[in-house]
């Protein structure tokens, strides 16, 4: 694909400086970039790069200040994070193309499927099953009775897909993650031996979905486990029965989120965040990565730490906790000259 910079400028609601007529193919990193690549800076850290790189022309903050020095042509953008991504989209194409049923699935006669429907190699697709049109199940994929999948879902390799589940609209599944496993639940009884409690509800995900590789959801004891529209879901997140998701919320890697815990809209949560189980974590909270949470948390919060406390608090403590050592060395100094005194 080529295009002008004058078309990528309407494309992404920007404003060219340079030769708007200049030409791009590709897309680069802005430190390996030629002539006809494109490329972005959103941090000010790369801004010695528009006087050096070899890229014919560079995405950019309109606000962000720079050299007048340039080496090619901008394109300057209210947020050029945002641009670039829209600008990926265009030049990746449509990704995964129907391919239609392969020979060698096994798919239930119980089981309806929409129209377009793809299903890989040594699929299999169980009893009661509904997938609407346009879906898309790659090889090695197992998906159990009474599951439900909605329109133009993408399923990578080696997915499972436990009973009973919902998947809503848009949603993409990335390979090895498993849906609708059994949740963590077991009594001890007389003689301290650990018994299994059944897990007899669900999972329920909704529209636009994204859940990356090797992540685990577990179905709920009772109810159901809920992933909300918009959630993204990053790689080697464990979410556990009965866990509440709400819209729009995204999770990075190694999160860890306990039974029965509600999170809120529109939240970011970091990696390696571990949270316990029954809490309820507001709307629009941001919570740094590492951050242990043992405690509800209110809307608009950002945390840090662990256990996490608000960002500021925590980012003030640390400047003590760097000079610990001598503020304990001043404190023993001035309990000796005071000793001294008496």
Same mark, same amino acid.
């Given at each position: 694909m080529e295009l002008t910079l004058a078309e990528l400028a309407v494309m992404l609601d920007g404003t060219v400086v340079g030769d708007k007529h200049a030409t791009v193919n590709n897309i680069s990193k802005i430190e390996h970039a030629s002539k006809g690549d494109i490329s972005f800076i959103s941090n000010p850290k790369y801004l010695p790069y528009i006087s050096k790189t070899n890229a014919t022309a560079i995405i950019i903050d309109k606000d962000l200040k720079h050299d007048l020095n340039l080496n090619c042509s901008l394109i300057k953008v209210d947020n050029s994070y945002s641009a670039f991504n829209t600008l990926l989209n265009k030049f990746s194409g449509d990704g995964i193309q129907f391919f239609g049923i392969?020979?060698?699935?096994?798919?239930?006669?119980?089981t309806q499927l929409g129209k377009n429907i793809s299903v890989g190699n040594f699929s299999v697709i169980n009893k009661n099953c509904q997938i609407d049109d346009a879906t898309i199940i790659l090889d090695n994929v197992s998906v159990g009775d009474n599951v439900k999948i909605g329109?133009?879902?993408l399923i990578y390799s080696g997915v499972?897909?436990? $009973? @009973?589940?919902?998947?809503?609209?848009?949603c993409i599944v990335h390979s090895n993650s498993v849906i609708g496993s059994d949740g963590f639940g077991f009594a001890p009884n007389k003689q301290g031996d650990y018994i299994k409690t059944p897990q007899i509800g669900n999972v329920v995900i909704g529209d636009n979905v994204e859940i990356g590789s090797n992540s685990s959801?577990?179905?709920?004891?009772?109810?159901?486990?809920?992933? $909300? @529209?918009?959630?993204?879901?990053d790689n080697l997140v464990q979410i556990a029965h009965n866990v509440t998701i709400g819209k729009n919320t995204v999770i990075a890697g190694q999160c860890g989120i306990a039974g029965s815990t509600?999170?809120?809209?529109?939240?970011?949560i970091g990696g390696q965040v571990g949270i316990i189980g029954h809490l309820k974590i507001g709307n629009n909270v941001r919570i740094n990565g590492q951050a242990g949470v043992f405690s509800n948390i209110k809307d608009n919060t950002i945390l840090r730490g662990t256990p996490a406390i608000?960002?500021?608090t925590f980012n003030r403590s640390y400047v003590y906790f760097r000079n610990l050592e001598k503020?304990?060395?001043d404190i023993n100094k001035l309990k000796k000259n005071n000793d001294s005194n008496d």
């Amino acid at each position: 694909m080529e295009l002008t910079l004058a078309e990528l400028a309407v494309m992404l609601d920007g404003t060219v400086v340079g030769d708007k007529h200049a030409t791009v193919n590709n897309i680069s990193k802005i430190e390996h970039a030629s002539k006809g690549d494109i490329s972005f800076i959103s941090n000010p850290k790369y801004l010695p790069y528009i006087s050096k790189t070899n890229a014919t022309a560079i995405i950019i903050d309109k606000d962000l200040k720079h050299d007048l020095n340039l080496n090619c042509s901008l394109i300057k953008v209210d947020n050029s994070y945002s641009a670039f991504n829209t600008l990926l989209n265009k030049f990746s194409g449509d990704g995964i193309q129907f391919f239609g049923i392969s020979e060698n699935s096994v798919i239930d006669k119980t089981t309806q499927l929409g129209k377009n429907i793809s299903v890989g190699n040594f699929s299999v697709i169980n009893k009661n099953c509904q997938i609407d049109d346009a879906t898309i199940i790659l090889d090695n994929v197992s998906v159990g009775d009474n599951v439900k999948i909605g329109k133009n879902c993408l399923i990578y390799s080696g997915v499972r897909i436990y $009973s @009973d589940s919902i998947i809503g609209d848009n949603c993409i599944v990335h390979s090895n993650s498993v849906i609708g496993s059994d949740g963590f639940g077991f009594a001890p009884n007389k003689q301290g031996d650990y018994i299994k409690t059944p897990q007899i509800g669900n999972v329920v995900i909704g529209d636009n979905v994204e859940i990356g590789s090797n992540s685990s959801i577990d179905r709920a004891t009772l109810g159901s486990t809920v992933v $909300s @529209d918009g959630v993204k879901i990053d790689n080697l997140v464990q979410i556990a029965h009965n866990v509440t998701i709400g819209k729009n919320t995204v999770i990075a890697g190694q999160c860890g989120i306990a039974g029965s815990t509600k999170i809120g809209e529109n939240c970011q949560i970091g990696g390696q965040v571990g949270i316990i189980g029954h809490l309820k974590i507001g709307n629009n909270v941001r919570i740094n990565g590492q951050a242990g949470v043992f405690s509800n948390i209110k809307d608009n919060t950002i945390l840090r730490g662990t256990p996490a406390i608000d960002e500021r608090t925590f980012n003030r403590s640390y400047v003590y906790f760097r000079n610990l050592e001598k503020i304990v060395k001043d404190i023993n100094k001035l309990k000796k000259n005071n000793d001294s005194n008496d």
